[in-house]
């Protein structure tokens, strides 16, 4: 076992039981295969009547990138440690799933340009993170099969989408699961090309992406022990306070490749 990881681990571990509120601490626990304690766990964010989340930007209203970001918040604890509709977050983005199999944010006033139905990059970049959402929680499977479909068709020639490096690592997330082999390489090429410029957030967030102990997830792994915090957390620029929010998402990476941390007694 690489004692590095283990010691990240560690002190990400003692941070977020400091630091982390009582969703932090269950993210961090359920990754580690340990005992969710106290419940029913909150989302950061009361959840809407239609099973939809705001985002920062909406005024309260339901939308595809809030839903996506309480959900990946929220996967993994069990489902009656959770104050929330998991079910109806889901059913929120399958029944906004386009014919063509991609996803828009619905016309506001309040959408932000990079977010604007029309766009391109928005298309792109939504339809990969609902589709990789659908994946991770093993729902709806003719629906990724579509999303899948329409990113495919959207990769040009040099692999990249007309979307923002974030929206290729999910779409190898979301074409990995047709077996898409040869696209999800060349998504994943675009993306080591600015992969030395990454801070911890993109890191963690493509990392959560990648399969336990492939090339990437290791990778990854050791470039967030090198990045950590003195205090055990990460931060995404240097110099700012730690997130206890993005050390557990870290942590989670750095499990996948080193997964007998899980078996260690509590510190």
Sequence with gaps: MNEALTASLSAAWQYVQTHGDALDRARFAVSASREVEGGPISPRTPQNADGGWPAFWSDGASSLDGTCY??????????????????????????????DGSWSEGPSSRTPDWLLPGSPGARAYLTANCAAMLADYGVAPDAV?????????????????????VAHWLAARVLRTQGRTMVVRRLLDVVGRGFEGFGAEDLAWFGTCTRPGDRWNRRIASRLTVIQNPDGSWSDQIGEQGSATLTVTAARVLLAAAPSFADRPEA
Excluded: C, M, N
């Design 70 to 99: 309480q959900l990946f918040l929220l996967h993994g604890l069990p489902a009656g440690a959770v104050a929330a509709d998991l079910a109806a977050g889901l059913d929120f983005l399958i029944q906004a799933q386009s014919v």
């Design 145 to 165: 099969a579509k999303a899948a479909g329409a990113l495919e068709w959207s990769v040009d020639p040099h692999g990249r989408l007309p979307a923002p490096t």
